[in-house]
């Protein structure tokens, strides 16, 4: 079993976020080579993830599950415990790519909505400044290759934050750009392109909402009457 | 156990000062596993000079390999050692071949597959083949090494003779049978190949792929691993 921990953990770093089709893709026939039963439910799997945890937390390494509202999907992250836009994907990479990285989190991380038209990011503008800008085709490289590990999000003509932003950067996201992006007051975890109440406009995690309501039907913020409906597929600004 | 008597104790510090192993997982451990966990998607060789900066300085590097190599074998399956003691490089390489192809992004199977593809042909004829017989094989595939191929990219040959070698999936050898003759260059599995993907693997995927039974390659199979024996 351990070994196949350790091959399940190798495979989530080399995928950096995956969903349950790609986990099970993964541990089927994983398991199957070295004759272990494979989790069989969304919470085994968990406690799977959690055992595997325990062993690489102190190192610096996690494996975290994340809901992800834009695609309404949870994903595995593998994530780093203490990483800065800094220390992120900068292998081998120039300062100026490394800015362009930073860049980009801040000009999302303050749009509305939390996304920006594809084509902005690769607007010189962005690189103002830099004494050695990359070219325009090094920065779709390079967004590529962030998107490919799910520190963005390509999707419909905008750019949005990964689900490894998410996890990775929650603690500098969250205290960095406590204006535009907040916490969810019911779990404290960090909360975009979810439910907003219809009054005050803060936004929840479903889930958390959802948990709430089962006992209250007044928003946790302002106390007024909860009125939005906790629909199965929501859009960005509900 | 280590003697503890005090004389023992002091004859060894003395004599050990260079080499007194941490045992113990510090901010240095972790920043130098960081760096290695970092650098070890590209697959590229790691420099000793590098880690010795993520240490703080070669001493710092040196008492912590022993428990960064434990750890990275105990916790991730990942076998760090030494590449080559001339050039002080390592490399990270998988404790056992990959179960299936899903361990692999969508982007990474494309590779994965040429590779695959090189290392049955090789393995085939006896684990050694001259380069410009490779590239007749791949052509046979509606493969051109020199130009952009739908599936495979823009650089095949780059992806080859650069990628793959310095991936050590594969090894490059130049020779030369005498003085008057032009140099040849041949193709064998390379280090990372050898530890990553079981012979076995490759028979499989040949047997898919060419349409024959595994047993066909039986001959194959025991010369590979006949190879391997000699060499161990």
């Given at each position: 079993m351990e070994v196949v921990k350790r091959g399940f953990t190798r495979a989530c770093k080399n995928h950096s976020y995956l969903c349950y089709e790609t986990i099970d893709e993964i541990l089927t026939p994983l398991c199957a080579s070295h004759k272990v039963s494979k989790p069989a439910s969304n919470e085994a799997i968990k406690a799977f993830v959690n055992d595997i945890n325990d062993s690489i937390r102190d190192l610096g390494q996690s494996l975290v599950f994340i809901k992800y509202p834009l695609m309404g999907k949870e994903y595995l992250v593998y994530a780093k415990?203490?990483?800065t836009p800094d220390s992120i994907a900068n292998t081998g990479l120039t300062a100026e790519e490394c800015q362009y990285f930073s860049k980009l989190l801040d000009k999302i991380a303050t749009a509305d909505d939390c996304r920006i038209p594809w084509n902005v990011a690769y607007n010189e503008l962005f690189l103002q400044g830099l004494a050695k800008p990359p070219k325009k085709s090094r920065m779709q490289h390079l967004l590529q290759k962030w998107s490919q590990m799910g520190y963005f999000l390509d999707k419909d003509e905008y750019i949005y934050l990964g689900p490894r932003s998410l996890v990775e950067l929650n603690f500098y996201l969250t205290s960095s750009y406590s204006e535009h992006i907040k916490s969810c007051?019911?779990?404290?975890g960090l909360v975009l392109w979810d439910i907003r109440c219809g009054s005050c406009q803060i936004q929840f995690h479903r889930d958390c909402i959802h948990t709430y309501l089962q006992k209250r039907d007044i928003c946790p913020s302002c106390g007024s009457l909860w009125t939005t409906p906790l629909r199965r597929s929501s859009s960005a600004s509900s | 156990m280590a003697s503890t008597s005090r004389a023992a104790r002091s004859q060894n510090a003395n004599l050990t000062q260079a080499t007194q192993h941490i045992t113990e997982v510090d901010g240095k451990v972790r920043a130098i596993l960081n760096y290695i966990l970092d650098h070890s998607a590209e697959q590229i060789p790691i420099k000793e000079k590098d880690l010795a900066t993520a240490a703080g300085d070669k001493n710092e590097l040196k008492k912590r390999l022993q428990l960064v190599t434990e750890l990275l074998a105990q916790r991730f399956g990942i076998i760090f050692k030494q590449l080559d003691s001339a050039t002080k490089t390592y490399i990270c390489t998988s404790e056992a071949p990959m179960a299936s192809i899903h361990e692999l992004t969508p982007v990474q199977r494309p590779q994965i597959t040429l590779l695959y593809i090189i290392l049955m042909y090789i393995f085939l004829r006896g684990n050694r083949i001259e380069d410009s017989k490779l590239y007749g094989m791949l052509e046979l595939l509606n493969i051109q090494v020199d130009e952009e191929h739908g599936y495979f990219g823009a650089n095949v040959r780059k992806l080859i003779e650069e990628t793959f070698v310095k991936q050590q999936y594969l090894k490059r050898e130049r020779s030369q049978l005498n003085a008057y003759d032009d140099p040849k260059i041949f193709f064998l599995w390379g280090l990372r190949a050898k530890a990553e993907i079981s012979y076995e693997h490759i028979v499989q995927f040949a047997a898919k792929l060419l349409n024959q039974?595994?047993?066909?390659f039986d001959h194959q199979l025991a010369m590979a691993q006949a190879a391997e024996n000699e060499e161990q």
């Open positions: 415990t203490d990483a007051t019911l779990c404290k | 039974d595994p047993r066909n």
